[in-house]
């Protein structure tokens, strides 16, 4: 997996981190032990666990400077998933999220 973190602000700069991830998802073993570490999100689904091999950054000039205008997770995703409830959630995510963009089983429920 990879990660990349721009800076919008300030200084331009991009730094990329490359290793091995696992998913955990609320089914497997470890989830309630990692989710602990998170605020409560109605709608979390999986927890990525990234072990970094590498480490590079880059001078990141050509990002653009971007102002944030507001987060809408508070206001608009956890209300939406609060009001769905856990089966419709379920449901939701059934429908949506059990294969990758990719093309791939997302792990999300147990086979």
Do not use: Q
């Amino acid at each position: 997996m990879t990660l990349m973190f721009c800076a919008f602000t300030g200084d331009h700069f991009i730094l990329r981190t490359y290793g091995t991830a696992k998913a955990t998802h609320p089914h497997d073993a470890g989830w309630d032990e990692l989710y602990a570490l998170f605020p409560d999100y109605a709608g979390a689904r999986n927890i990525y666990v990234l072990d970094i091999d590498l480490v590079t950054t880059s001078c990141g000039s050509g990002v653009p400077e971007m102002d944030l205008v507001r987060s809408r997770g508070e206001t608009d995703l956890e209300p939406w998933y609060d009001e769905m409830g856990p089966i419709k959630v379920t449901e939701f995510w059934e429908k949506k999220n059990t294969i990758s963009l990719d093309g791939r089983p997302t792990g999300l429920f147990k086979p």
